[in-house]
């Protein structure tokens, strides 16, 4: 039995206005595992300790940067077990690298770095060190999800054969990015977010999931980009067939241009004798088309569910768990093995929780993507 003090967090980003450093404070929080105890909110100071503030934190531990907040902490016999990182890509690698230098894990948020060759430089440091590192691939914590992949990996489809993934969003349907929107500008600045627009910020995310229910590794891509909205910097729209490595095939699309569009994540993988569907709008719901019998809906934290998926739920069926809950999931399981870690266990991470590999894979997509698009044809993963 893992021993359960509560773990230091000092995030990163999650300052006034932010959409996904508040949401990292809530998920760590969610199952008592973690505490945020300091952070650098924000490039400007001012606005660092506002945000402290309002997160209730030790005024003093609210730093003006991460470089100063890492320097610090690592000399106070309380000082942070791990750092989260929930900035801009650009920011991603210098503030893992500087994290792990001092000797403290990491959790990031996705994509992994904004290049594809930083992330290799982040691949190399994290091996190095032997430090915990964890990434937010959010949609891998949901119960329905574990579900769809355990029923994969154990066959109960028969040999997959195809895969469909898409992620449509709307939001930037409007150049935003113009009008002071704080995340669009960032998002369409390559020199912040790095060259992969909708590809990086949510194709990252379906081509994550795609792998992590199906199993299975894409060997190949043939993708399109478009930039939809005019004098956008980046793609808003993405259109791409993949083949995957046991000669299943399929499509994988992601758009922000999606009109109407909310956050439409939509994963379906097709076996020899039967099928899932799993929507990010709907996730308490895993639905299972059989071909030689009737359609089923599978209900999460149901007793019938498999051990990997009861083990995330948190209250019973018919009680809906969403996206902080999807989230805490990866918290718990980064928290448990940072303990595990701790106690001397060189290689905590269990392989349900998306860490460095997926990070790779992730940067090496919007690489592939991108190359893809300018020889208009096939290039191998
Ligand atoms: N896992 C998910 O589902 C998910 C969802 C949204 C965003 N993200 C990722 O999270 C990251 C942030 O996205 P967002 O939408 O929250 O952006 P955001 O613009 O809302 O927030 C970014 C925050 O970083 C702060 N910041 C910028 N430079 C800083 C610095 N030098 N030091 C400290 N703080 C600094 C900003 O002040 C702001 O508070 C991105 O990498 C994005 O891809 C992941």
């Known amino acids: 039995m893992a021993e359960r003090r509560k773990l230091r967090m000092g995030l990163v980003g999650g300052g006034p206005g932010a959409f996904i450093g508040p949401v990292h404070r809530i998920a ?3 199952d008592g595992r973690c505490e945020l105890v300091a952070g650098a909110f924000s490039q400007s100071a001012e606005r660092s300790r506002a945000a402290g503030a309002a997160f209730g934190i030790d005024p003093a531990r609210a730093y003006a940067s991460y470089g100063e907040m890492i320097e610090a902490e690592r000399k106070r016999n309380d000082g942070i077990d791990f750092v989260v990182i929930t900035t801009p890509n650009h920011l991603h690698l210098p503030i893992a690298l500087a994290a792990m230098k001092a000797g403290i894990p990491v959790m990031s948020d996705k994509p992994a770095t904004a290049t594809y060759t930083e992330a290799l430089e982040l691949e190399k440091a994290v091996r ?3 430090l915990p590192y964890g990434l937010t691939h959010t949609y891998a914590g949901y119960a329905m999800v574990r579900e769809a992949r355990a029923m994969c990996a ?3 489809l028969g040999a997959l054969r195809k ?3 898409e992620y449509l969003q709307g939001w930037l349907s409007r ?6 929107h704080k995340q669009a500008e960032w998002r369409s600045d390559p020199a912040r977010n790095g060259p992969g627009g909708a590809i990086g ?6 081509f994550h999931l795609l792998e992590y229910i199906s199993g299975l590794k894409v060997t190949a891509i043939n993708a399109t980009l478009r930039t939809v909205v005019p004098w956008r910097k980046l793609d808003d729209d993405c259109n791409a067939f993949v083949r995957m490595n046991n000669g299943a095939a399929g499509t994988l699309a ?7 569009e909310l956050n439409e994540m939509r994963v379906r993988i097709y076996g020899e004798t039967g099928s899932i569907e799993w929507r990010q709008q709907d996730p308490n719901r895993l639905i299972v088309k059989w071909l030689d019998g009737p359609e089923e809906i599978h209900h999460a934290a149901a007793g019938y569910l498999g051990r990997d998926a009861l083990a995330v739920a948190r209250v019973p069926a018919g009680h809906p768990e969403g996206y902080l809950e999807a989230f805490a999931v990866l918290y718990r399981e980064f928290a448990d093995a940072l303990l595990e870690w701790k106690k001397g266990n060189p290689q905590p991470l269990p392989a349900t929780l998306p860490g460095i590999e997926a990070g790779v894979r992730g940067m090496r997509f919007i690489e592939r993507v991108i190359e893809s698009n300018r020889i208009a044809g ?4």
Do not use: M, R, Y
Request: proline fraction near 3%; hydrophobic fraction near 45%.
């Open 163 to 165: 895969v469909a993934v």
């Open 28 to 30: 760590a929080e969610l």
């Open 154 to 156: 154990a066959g109960k």
């Open 378 to 381: 096939w290039v191998e993963f």
């Open 254 to 260: 992601c758009s922000q241009v999606a009109a109407g």
């Open 201 to 206: 910020d949510i194709g990252t995310h379906a």
């Open 128 to 130: 190095g060190s032997g």
């Open 175 to 180: 150049p935003l990015e113009t009008a002071g």
